[in-house]
C-alpha cells in the first residue's frame, strides 16, 4: 500500500509535521489516504473545498486534570482527553477509554476512526472519543466511582445529548457509565441520554452490549456468504475476553463456529474442545479477573502467558478484539501460512500496515474495523432514538434493526469497492464510503 497522489503525498507531509510524535493518529490518516487516491482523482470539487485539510485536523480537543483520591485517603492526578473530530453528521459520538496507554494521539487515532465509521452506519451522528491514562485494574468499587465523577465534573461542561455523547470503550463499561452519568445528572440537573451504554434500568438499550460482538459477526457473515462461504463448522480464533470478544464469541458459535482461543493482556487461553463462554462471562464479567483462571476449572485447556501467541494456533477465521497494533507482519504471515482465510475486525485499527498488506496480498477476506465493529455505536444511536422517543424497543426490534444495519455497511463496503477499480478489497470500499458521506456533508456546509 504505497499513496501515489501527490497531492495526498504532500497533505500527509503536512499532517505528520503538524502531529509530532503522534504515530497511531499518522497511522490512522495513512490507510484512509492509501484508499482515498481513485476518489481524489474523480472529484477534484473535494480538493478544492478544502475538506481533506479539514477533516484530519480534530474540531475541538480538550485536555484536562482528573484528581481523585484512592482508598487509603491519598490523592492522585490523571489527564483526561475529549476530542471533538468532526461533526459534520451529527453530534459527537464515540466512547471513553480508560487505560494507562492513554494519550491525545490515540484518543486522536481513535476519533478519526470514528468520524468513517458512523458514516458508515448511515446514523446522524458525528465523530469523537474520549478517555484518561487512569488504570482501573486492581481499583475498588469506590475508587472508580471517585475517578469517574470527578472525570465528569470536568467533562459535564464540553458535552450534552445534541452535542456530544459519550459512551464505553477499554475499560469503561455499565458501571463506569453508570457512574458518569449519575454525575452529570445531579450537576447539570436534568436527564438526558448523553451517554449510550447505560444500564436497562436507566435507559439504557437492550442489545447494546451485545452489539459489537454480534455486529461483527453479522458483518462477517455477509462477507462469507458473498464469497461462498459460512461460519458453519469453521475454527474461530478471538483476542481479548472483554465487551466486544465475549460477544463475538457468542454469535460466531451461534453461527456455528467453533471458537477455540481468547486472551487478555497477560495471556491467552486454548481450549479446544471449545471455548465454554458462561466460564468466561463468569470470569470477565461477574468475578473481573483474569483471563488464566479459566484453566483452573478446564483443566484440559492451555494458558499461554503473552499475547501475540493466540496467532500462531490454527484457524479459519481470526477475530481480533482486543486493541490496536494487536497483529503485526510477523503474525499476519503465520496465520496465513497456517490457512487463516479470514480476518475481521472488532477491536479499532488491530492490524499494523504489515499485517494488512499480508492479508491482501494473500486474498484473505478482510473485514475492516471501521465496518466490521460499527454495530457497537449504531447500536448506541439506537440507544439515543429511543431515549429522544420516551420509548424502549424490544431486544429483538434492536438486534434486528442492527442486522439491518450491518448488511447495508457490507453492501456498502463491497459496491464501493468495485465502483472505485478495488473489488474485493473491502478496508478500501470503508474508507471510501465512509468519506464520501462525510465530505460531501463538509462541502455543503462550507468552509466551517
Ligand atoms: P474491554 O475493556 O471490555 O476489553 C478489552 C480486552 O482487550 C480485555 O480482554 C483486555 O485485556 C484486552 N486488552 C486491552 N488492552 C490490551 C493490550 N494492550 N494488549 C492486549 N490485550 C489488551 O474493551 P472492549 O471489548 O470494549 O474493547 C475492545 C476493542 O474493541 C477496543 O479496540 C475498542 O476500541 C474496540 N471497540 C469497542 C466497542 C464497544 O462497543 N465496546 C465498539 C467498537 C470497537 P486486559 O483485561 O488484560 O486489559
Ligand atoms: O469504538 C467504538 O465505536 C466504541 N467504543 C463505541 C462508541 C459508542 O458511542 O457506542
Known amino acids: 500500500m504505497a499513496i501515489k497522489n501527490e497531492y495526498l503525498l504532500d497533505l500527509l507531509e503536512r499532517t505528520k509535521k503538524r502531529n509530532p510524535g503522534e504515530p497511531e493518529f499518522i497511522q490512522a490518516v495513512t490507510e484512509v489516504f492509501t484508499s482515498l487516491e481513485p476518489v481524489i482523482e474523480q472529484r477534484p470539487d473535494l480538493v478544492e473545498a478544502g475538506v481533506l485539510e479539514r477533516i484530519v485536523e480534530p474540531e475541538r480537543q480538550i485536555i484536562f486534570r482528573v484528581p481523585w483520591v484512592d482508598d487509603n485517603g491519598k490523592p492522585h492526578v490523571n489527564r483526561g ?15 471513553i477509554r480508560l487505560h494507562p496507554s492513554v494519550n491525545l494521539n490515540i484518543i486522536k487515532f481513535l476519533g478519526f476512526e470514528q468520524t468513517f465509521k458512523i458514516s458508515l452506519t448511515t446514523l446522524p451522528m458525528g465523530g469523537g472519543k474520549g478517555g484518561s491514562d487512569f488504570d482501573p485494574k486492581g481499583k475498588s468499587d469506590n475508587e472508580i ?10 467533562l459535564y461542561r464540553h458535552i450534552c445529548a445534541d452535542l456530544d455523547v459519550p459512551a464505553g470503550d477499554i475499560g469503561v463499561g455499565a458501571r463506569e457509565v453508570g457512574y458518569m452519568f449519575g454525575q452529570y445528572k445531579r450537576i447539570k440537573n436534568e436527564w438526558v441520554g448523553v451517554l449510550t451504554g447505560k444500564g436497562l434500568t436507566y435507559g439504557g438499550s437492550l442489545a447494546r452490549k451485545q452489539a459489537t460482538g454480534y455486529g461483527l459477526c453479522y458483518f462477517t457473515n455477509e462477507m462469507l456468504q458473498a464469497n461462498g462461504m459460512s461460519f458453519e463448522g469453521k475454527t474461530v480464533l478471538v483476542s481479548g475476553s472483554g465487551n466486544v470478544a465475549i460477544y463475538a464469541c457468542e454469535k460466531a458459535t451461534e453461527y456455528g463456529a467453533k471458537v477455540v482461543a481468547m486472551s487478555d493482556s497477560n495471556g491467552y487461553i486454548y481450549d479446544k474442545n471449545g471455548i465454554d463462554l458462561d466460564l468466561v462471562k463468569q470470569i470477565k464479567e461477574v468475578e473481573r479477573k483474569r483471563i488464566k483462571e479459566y484453566v483452573s476449572v478446564h483443566t484440559d485447556a492451555e494458558y499461554h502467558e503473552g499475547c501475540k501467541g493466540i496467532w500462531t494456533i490454527p484457524c479459519d477465521i481470526a477475530l481480533p478484539c482486543a486493541t490496536q497494533n494487536e497483529i503485526d507482519g510477523e503474525s499476519a504471515a503465520i496465520l496465513v501460512k497456517n490457512g487463516c482465510k479470514v480476518v475481521s475486525e472488532g477491536a479499532n485499527m488491530p492490524s499494523t500496515p504489515e499485517a494488512i498488506d499480508t492479508y491482501l496480498s494473500n486474498g484473505l477476506l478482510y473485514g475492516h474495523a471501521k465496518a466490521a465493529n460499527a454495530g457497537g455505536v449504531a447500536t448506541s ?59 460531501e456533508a463538509m462541502k455543503a456546509q462550507g468552509n466551517v
Open 145 to 154: 466511582m471517585n475517578f469517574c465523577q470527578s472525570f465528569m465534573t470536568e
Open 381 to 439: 444511536g439506537l440507544e439515543m432514538s429511543q431515549n429522544s422517543l420516551r420509548l424502549s424497543w424490544s431486544f429483538e426490534e434492536v438486534d434486528q434493526r442492527l442486522h439491518g444495519i450491518m448488511k447495508s455497511i457490507f453492501k456498502a463496503c463491497d459496491e464501493n469497492s468495485k465502483k472505485y477499480g478495488m473489488p474485493g478489497n473491502y478496508m478500501a470500499g470503508a474508507n471510501i464510503a465512509g468519506f464520501i458521506k462525510v465530505a
Open 81 to 95: 482527553f475529549r476530542v471533538q473530530f468532526n461533526s459534520a453528521i451529527g453530534p459527537y459520538k464515540g466512547g
